[in-house]
């Protein structure tokens, strides 16, 4: 038992000094670490620039479009700050980032807010691409339903599926980055916008809402039945509702229609 507690208590000193922003205590890591060939420092320190580089290296990986807009020296200083209040949950790496939208639209900068809010659209890119697909709606489906059926039918969004609605037009600034026509430390232009983000088969979409169009996909999205979304539609062109239903299915935004 006594070993046991040993363990425990070198485990728990070597994971501080690894989240340590400041090297190990020379006398302590002699007392503590094996050194061989190299100082007990030293061995210390590999482990603690190797964790915090691999971390750096997964929120690069999920983050490119923010790397981008903030520079590579800055957004590694950002994410290693993160990275002292927010050791990983789990063994796995593939959601360490969730936190890093909230985490940036705490900070007191002046681009801490288009930078969450394009955070918030990466992230929702790497949950669509990791989320299970699972069915998919059947337009043809929509064609069955009795008049009687539209007051009761919900539809059921894809697990992949996010809407986001943002103060910045970050689809337009992600795409743009896409493209390669946005310069580095240029930042969304302010403007409300609305994107969701799904996926369907290997393709992940990002289809730009109309401000009209916002609430009726976010009424569907919540269960509201098919007539009553419609009716609390305000959007004023029947062809443009038309088209952007046939989009959103296409794209693969619901896994089908339930009747209740």
């Given at each position: 038992?006594?070993?046991?507690?040993?363990?425990?208590?070198?485990?728990?000193?070597?994971?501080?000094?690894?989240?340590?922003?400041?090297?190990?205590?020379?006398?302590?890591?002699?007392?503590?670490?094996?050194?061989?060939?190299?100082?007990?420092?030293?061995?210390?320190?590999?482990?603690?620039?190797?964790?915090?580089?691999r971390l750096v290296?997964?929120?690069?990986?999920?983050?490119?479009?923010?790397?981008?807009?903030?520079?590579?020296?800055?957004?590694?200083?950002?994410?290693?700050?993160?990275?002292?209040?927010?050791?990983?949950?789990?063994?796995?790496?593939?959601?360490?980032?969730?936190?890093?939208?909230?985490?940036?639209?705490?900070?007191?900068?002046?681009?801490?807010?288009?930078?969450?809010?394009?955070?918030?659209?990466?992230?929702?890119?790497?949950?669509?691409?990791?989320?299970?697909?699972?069915?998919?709606?059947?337009?043809?489906?929509?064609?069955?339903?009795?008049?009687?059926?539209?007051?009761?039918?919900?539809?059921?969004?894809?697990?992949?599926?996010?809407?986001?609605?943002?103060?910045?037009?970050?689809?337009?600034?992600?795409?743009?980055?896409?493209?390669?026509?946005?310069?580095?430390?240029?930042?969304?232009?302010?403007?409300?916008?609305?994107?969701?983000?799904?996926?369907?088969?290997?393709?992940?979409?990002?289809?730009?809402?109309?401000?009209?169009?916002t609430p009726l996909?976010?009424?569907?999205?919540?269960?509201?039945?098919?007539?009553?979304?419609?009716?609390?539609?305000?959007?004023?062109?029947?062809?443009?509702?038309?088209?952007?239903?046939?989009?959103?299915?296409?794209?693969?935004?619901?896994?089908?229609?339930?009747?209740?």
């Amino acid at each position: 038992m006594n070993g046991q507690h040993e363990l425990a208590g070198l485990q728990r000193w070597l994971f501080e000094r690894v989240l340590d922003a400041a090297p190990a205590d020379a006398e302590a890591a002699a007392a503590l670490v094996v050194s061989g060939h190299l100082p007990a420092t030293d061995r210390v320190e590999v482990y603690r620039h190797g964790y915090a580089a691999r971390l750096v290296e997964c929120l690069e990986d999920d983050y490119p479009a923010l790397q981008h807009a903030l520079g590579a020296g800055p957004f590694e200083a950002l994410c290693r700050s993160f990275i002292q209040g927010h050791p990983p949950p789990s063994p796995s790496l593939n959601y360490y980032g969730a936190p890093l939208a909230q985490f940036i639209a705490a900070r007191p900068e002046r681009w801490s807010q288009p930078a969450s809010e394009l955070a918030q659209l990466e992230w929702a890119l790497v949950e669509a691409i990791h989320a299970e697909e699972g069915e998919r709606l059947d337009s043809a489906a929509l064609g069955r339903l009795s008049p009687e059926d539209w007051s009761r039918a919900r539809l059921v969004p894809s697990p992949t599926l996010r809407l986001l609605g943002t103060r910045h037009a970050v689809a337009d600034h992600y795409q743009a980055f896409q493209e390669g026509s946005v310069a580095s430390e240029h930042w969304p232009s302010p403007g409300e916008s609305a994107v969701a983000v799904c996926r369907r088969e290997a393709d992940v979409w990002r289809v730009r809402i109309p401000t009209a169009l916002t609430p009726l996909l976010s009424s569907l999205i919540s269960g509201t039945p098919l007539l009553t979304a419609l009716e609390g539609c305000t959007a004023s062109d029947p062809e443009e509702l038309q088209r952007a239903f046939q989009d959103w299915v296409a794209c693969g935004m619901f896994s089908g229609v339930r009747v209740e």
